[in-house]
């Protein structure tokens, strides 16, 4: 029994003292952790979640100042129908907060539902508590993922090659 109970012992302790994330059954949402003294969101986290102090200040900021390509936005109406999108970002990432704001201004405009995104915020070593990076190769920070009925039709990676607009527009027709 006192085998056992070492045994357990040597195990918890281990398990509690492992930097590594242990995915759970129940999704984490809208969680904020500490990450080397700031604040930042980990998992899944609602659009709400920009509005919260640690975050309105940029979201904002990047969301009222992008100018969109109303031309180009006005193409993607039709071609975001039924599509879905997983937007791995960091709320700690200058790239994120540059980037993920305007796309939303984008999809707004163009009228996008946007419960049909996913919004997975990860840590600096680009993993979520559930690991939905897991398989989907994500390298940089913010991802784009662009579905059609579960089927991955493109990606844009930390930053367009053109802008947001034309990027997208060009996943969205290479799939007609």
Same mark, same amino acid.
């Given at each position: 029994m006192i085998k056992y109970f070492i045994c357990l012992?040597?195990? %918890? @302790?281990m398990i509690a003292c492992s930097h590594r994330i242990i995915? %759970?059954?129940?999704?984490?949402?809208?969680?904020?952790?500490?990450?080397?003294g700031a604040t930042i969101l980990i998992g899944h986290c609602s659009l709400n979640m920009m509005? *919260?102090?640690?975050?309105?200040?940029?979201?904002n900021f990047s969301f009222n100042s992008y100018r969109?390509? @109303?031309?180009?936005?006005?193409?993607? *109406?039709p071609l975001l *129908?039924?599509?879905?999108?997983?937007?791995?970002l960091g709320s700690w990432c200058d790239d994120s907060r540059r980037e993920v704001p305007r796309m939303f201004k984008i999809l707004n405009y163009a009228g996008f539902d946007t419960t049909h995104i996913q919004l997975i915020f990860?840590?600096?070593?680009?993993? %979520?508590?559930?690991?939905e990076e897991q398989g989907k190769h994500i390298t940089n920070v913010p991802t784009f993922i662009v579905y059609d009925h579960k089927?991955?039709?493109?990606?844009?990676?930390?930053?367009?090659?053109?802008?947001?607009? *034309?990027?997208?527009?060009?996943i969205l027709q290479h799939q007609l």
């Open positions: 012992t040597a195990v %918890s @302790s995915p %759970s059954a129940a999704p984490y949402t809208n969680t904020e952790v500490q990450d080397n509005q *919260k102090e640690n975050y309105k200040e940029w979201y969109i390509d @109303s031309a180009t936005t006005n193409q993607l *109406k *129908k039924k599509k879905t999108m997983e937007i791995f990860v840590n600096h070593a680009k993993q %979520s508590p559930q690991h089927k991955e039709m493109g990606r844009i990676v930390e930053s367009p090659k053109l802008s947001l607009e *034309k990027d997208l527009l060009t």
